[in-house]
């Protein structure tokens, strides 16, 4: 199992980006779709989840700037970020969960910094 976590960049306070979750070796269909980060210095926190019915959920301090979704045809996650904050400057790993067992993805690396 594979989770490849891209989109990643430096973008200026208000700007956007929209991370991918791209899984294989599993059905991501039977899996809940998550998205952590983990500022320097600070522990990983959970970000938004997306169950396999399509129900979300995020942290208060994302809520209304970013959107999570999933393709379960293509194997995807994703995680559309706007209105970027310097606070929301992190490493954003992917995460899928199962009652059978969780898979993590390797981060990719946000900036909000003018």
């Known amino acids: 199992v594979q989770l490849q976590a891209s989109g990643g960049g430096s973008v200026q306070p208000g700007g956007s980006l929209r991370l991918s979750c791209e899984v294989s070796?599993?059905?991501?269909?039977?899996?809940?779709i998550a998205w952590y980060r983990q500022a320097p210095g600070k522990e990983r926190e959970g970000v938004s989840c997306?169950?396999?019915?399509?129900?979300?959920d995020y942290a208060d301090s994302v809520k209304g700037r970013f959107a999570i979704s999933r393709d379960n045809a293509e194997n995807m996650g994703y995680l559309q970020m706007n209105s970027l904050k310097p606070e929301d400057t992190a490493v954003y790993y992917c995460k899928a969960i199962s009652p059978r067992g969780d898979y993590w993805g390797q981060g990719t690396q946000v900036t909000v910094s003018s």
């Open positions: 070796g599993l059905s991501l269909r039977y899996y809940a």
């Open positions: 997306i169950s396999g019915a399509g129900t979300t």
